[in-house]
């Protein structure tokens, strides 16, 4: 088998004259053809981020009511504890009862 000589200055003009053309050509088809691609997974990849935040949000708002029935739970047996033990001394009951609170409404 015989090897022709090649030559590199001609082969490298070739390609360089075939890139000068082919390279814009693959620029635009990719820019028209990917640009969809890619806003379509930035819209979804926003869409995910929107979903785990308001999981996030739902999740401390679940966390803050539990909280607040607990202080409630808690200031509930703070007010009996504080009756029961007033009603212990004796004293009277506009000390046990909170502000604003009627002790005994009387009949009319």
Do not use: C
């Amino acid at each position: 088998m015989q090897v022709l000589p090649v030559d590199i200055v001609a082969l490298i003009a070739v390609i360089m004259g075939v890139s000068v053309v082919l390279v814009p050509v693959i620029g635009l088809t990719a820019r028209y053809a990917l640009k969809p691609i890619v806003e379509a997974l930035g819209r979804y990849f926003e869409g995910q981020g929107t979903q785990e935040s308001i999981k996030i949000v739902e999740r401390r708002l679940g966390l803050l009511e539990a909280q607040l029935d607990e202080l409630q739970g808690s200031l509930n047996r703070l007010v009996d504890a504080s009756v029961f033990d007033a009603q212990l001394r004796g004293a009277g009951k506009e000390t046990a009862l909170p502000s604003g609170a009627d002790p005994d409404p009387e009949p009319s």
